[in-house]
Nanobody, 121 residues
Framework: QVQLVESGGGLVQSGGSLKLSCAVS????????MGWYRQAPGKQRELVAT???????NYADSVKGRVTISRDNAKNTMSLQVNTVKPEDTAVYYC???????????????WGQGTQVTVSS
């Protein structure tokens, strides 16, 4: 069983910063790509940023220049630093990890429960 736990959400003022963290635990062989996604009220879930196991990153155009994704492979953790937050960043942020299970050959996508980020103007 693999679990993802996010932390770091909350209320932040527009123009401020926040850092989200995701910890992956359980029994698995390795974690491949990881990413952060978000879902605002009434909208579909969208990609924020992804990072490969070797550290190659990809960002949504809406957050480029304001967001940094990082991971610690030794600790099975991932972070998202968001600077100069805007009201439109308000959403539930979800951690995603694509995991190769022990004894398995398929990569399985796991999701965290989500953490609410609210940006006040």
């Amino acid at each position: 069983q693999v679990q993802l736990v996010e932390s770091g959400g909350g209320l932040v003022q527009s123009g401020g910063s926040l850092k989200l963290s995701c910890a992956v635990s359980g029994n698995f062989r390795r974690i491949a790509n990881m990413g952060w996604y978000r879902q605002a009220p009434g909208k579909q879930r969208e990609l924020v940023a992804t990072i490969t196991s070797s550290g190659i990153t990809n960002y949504a155009d809406s957050v480029k220049g304001r967001v940094t994704i990082s991971r610690d492979n030794a600790k099975n953790t991932m972070s998202l630093q968001v600077n100069t937050v805007k009201p439109e960043d308000t959403a539930v942020y979800y951690c995603n990890a694509n995991v190769e299970p022990v004894g398995g050959v398929w990569i399985i996508a796991y999701w965290g429960q989500g953490t609410q980020v609210t940006v006040s103007s």
